[in-house]
């Protein structure tokens, strides 16, 4: 007999290769080196720096012509998986152009660094990195966002109970619970849009922290490499490499926080206690020796993905805290933490994804639980405000009376012999009928009875869903122009390249 796995046969489905993956972390496979993720984009830094370097006659036409064909060669050996980082040469930026002078020899190939240091390489090589990732983030959240208000519209009047403290609270509806997780990660989305404003700009041209004697063209290395301009200040993003690791892992922390967040929701929810959601299978995972468990495992594992952002987080904080001016070796740490944080929390968007589509709702189950615990206590106190009048203060001191000698009772709505007994007791004489007691303690009455903007009535909850579904466009077209001018930055390297082929 041969053993794939300790648990299962009580599953109809088994976690997918994606999802063993995300749940198994690092316990059995390990990650690349960091500057293995930069070689395409030390390549791209390359090619753009070259070019102007030409354009600027600084470099012969015939040395950009070999020095190119030689980043080509190394960028078709990457692609096959053959080109290999020596860690003998300390890094990407030393082992590329330690390729280049071993091809074209370094009459040529040793003039690739000419106007650079190492310091400004690796601000652009991360900046690149970095901004690839916030636009991954932003696609994303967009997906998860998608799934939510697909669920959102299918149980826009599904009613459930509200929890404060973990205690009932008031009735709300499963769609717009949905929603509020919708509307933070909007928030995400618009603070990964945000790092661009902050740090979509060029640092080629800092060289060491105080630039060169080069005429280098900043601007043309810039709309070369996608980004909105160079930055104003050479020393700036030299001394402060590690803010842009530091804006992208308190996004993605934060980000975290609302999908740590829903993860708890949904664990709870799921619970036999609970029994109102039911994960799928494939988000589940079995126990080596209790045949019945199913553990919500992958809601689990992004709570403690959360906590490891945390940690990243502050670590990317406290290198900045005592940085002397120009270049310091301590950020060098900054790239590791931030891959690392990118690694563990990106593929949680995807799974609470699947996680929401696939979710089972027991409809019965919240809708039972939503006329338990004295939920419309509130309700009825507030129409009893309205119908008096009735000062509040009073309302609710009267009120809390009918609830305890309604939990006297056994009952777990406030009946109408207590609430007689607590409105004699306070002197109050406010008309009210059996029927108006039952009527408004109704779960379906007290969310039609919600008015205002952004409540979980249908009304306000399908308004809710449309505003929501139109920023959701707005991201995705923000999403596809950026992209694009990216691929627009791309394409124009490519024919610079090919026109100084071209040229004799």
Known sequence: MKIEKLWGGRFEELPSQEMVDFLSGRDIKGIPPCDERLVPYDLWGNR??????????????QDGKKILKGLREIEALYRKGKFRLDPSKEDVHSNIESYLIGRIGIESGGKVHTGRSRNDQIVLDMRLYLREQALDFIEGIVFLMESLLQRSEEHRSTAMPGYTHHQHAVPTTFGHLLLSFGEALERDAQRFAHWFGLFNKNALGAAAGYGTSFNLDR????????????TENVTDPITQRWEPEAELAFDAAVMMDHLSTMAQTLILLSTREFSMVRLNDRHCSGSSIMPQKRNPCSLEVIKAKTSFAHGMLVSLLSVGKALFMGFNRDTQWTKYWIMDLVDESKPALSVMADVIRLLEVNETQMSKQAQEEF???????????RRGPLPMRKAKMMMERAVKYSEKEGKGKVTYQSLKKALTEMKINVPVTEQDVERNQRPERILAQTPSVGTPSEKRVKENIASLQKRVQAQEAWLV????GIEKAKALVSKMEKQLASRT
């Open 375 to 385: 939920l419309g206590a509130t309700a009825l106190m507030e129409w009893l405000v």
């Open 48 to 61: 753009a720096h070259v070019l102007m370097l030409c354009r600027q006659g600084i470099l012969s036409k």
């Open 481 to 484: 122009h950026k992209r694009m």
């Open 219 to 230: 601007q043309l290395t810039s709309k070369l490499l996608g980004f909105d301009g160079p």
